[in-house]
């Protein structure tokens, strides 16, 4: 269910029943995009049962499901036909268009096209832990965040989120982190394991990856010592949960290890329940001892800490392909 997990603060004060939550979002359940209509967001239901709540709550925790749909026309298509209609006009007027009038035709030519492109679809999952203050949502992407972000504030009257800052930045922790000659000095419960990425802060901007590749060697020490950061590493969690850390505090490639889902119902309705309550019931003891091991969370609304790299405080995230594999 869950393979990213992007964490944001609820405001103080903000609650609301179940019943409330499914009457605000009614009011933005889903359509799909109209002929000449390139996007739509809008809440779906979580089981995915036709006609079924928008919200749903198992073992107390409430789960919404957003989906994003989008029509796109090839950036080349669009401009042949817009073409075609300025050669057609310059042919029988004598007059070449002019870039007000070339940018008209381009619009035209989009909507004429919609109609005959492909619809794409895609869902992102929202996780609220009322009783902790959380909100959490999976979305991979800083353009699928902010889709989340809009659609959530719309909804409901009241609701400030923020993202969670701890008093230690990810990329100064994963630097110490990698930095250690032991595993004694991991913070407990935390593994590094076999994937990184480090660049560089000099006008170079270089790059290291390594990929199922022992990061406890001299030669990764040697490019910290040289300047190089981490900008994800991956991690396990008492050998319950693997994932990478990435410098804006997001849980990429997420994947529950061997053990954590034995016994779980392999269909139904009783899949769905124990689904959520086994990811969210993991993330739950996970989270919390991440942040500990960052220092501990900043007040809500506080700046972030002072010894923080511009690039961590200010990053934004981007999808990755291999964001989908497991890290080790």
Partial sequence: MFKNVTIYRIAPGWTATVADMEAALDAARFK?????QDK?????????????????SVAGQRILKLQIETKGVPGSVVKKKAQEEADH???????KPGKKETKALREDALLSLLPQAFARQMNVWVWLDLEAGWLVTDASSQG????????????????????????????TAMTQW???????????????????????GDEEKSVVKFTRHNLATDEVRQHITEGKLPTR??????????????????L???NFLEGVFDGRPDEGENGFDADVAL??????????????????????????????????????????????????
């Fill in 144 to 171: 699928k965040i902010d889709e989340v972000v809009t659609a959530l504030v719309r909804a409901f009257d009241g609701l400030v989120i923020t993202l969670l800052q701890t008093a230690v930045t990810p990329q």
């Fill in 279 to 328: 990811s969210t019931g993991e993330l739950q003891k996970l989270l919390p001892e991440l942040v500990e091991a960052l220092g501990g969370e900043m007040a809500f609304g506080a700046a972030p800490a002072g010894d923080a790299p511009a690039a961590a405080q200010h990053a934004a995230v981007t999808a990755d392909g291999d964001d989908e594999g497991p890290p080790f």
């Fill in 233 to 250: 590493l991956a991690l396990s969690w008492e050998g319950r949960i693997g994932f990478v850390l990435t410098e804006s505090l997001q």
């Fill in 252 to 254: 990429k490639k997420i």
């Fill in 32 to 36: 799909p995009c109209g002929a000449t």
């Fill in 89 to 95: 006009i310059e042919a029988t007027t004598g007059r």
């Fill in 40 to 56: 739509s967001v809008g809440w779906v239901e979580p089981r995915g049962e036709a006609h079924g709540p928008l919200v749903e």
């Fill in 178 to 200: 990698l930095s250690a000659t032991t595993p004694d000095e991991w913070p407990g419960g935390f593994a590094v394991e076999r994937e990184c990425e480090l660049k560089s």
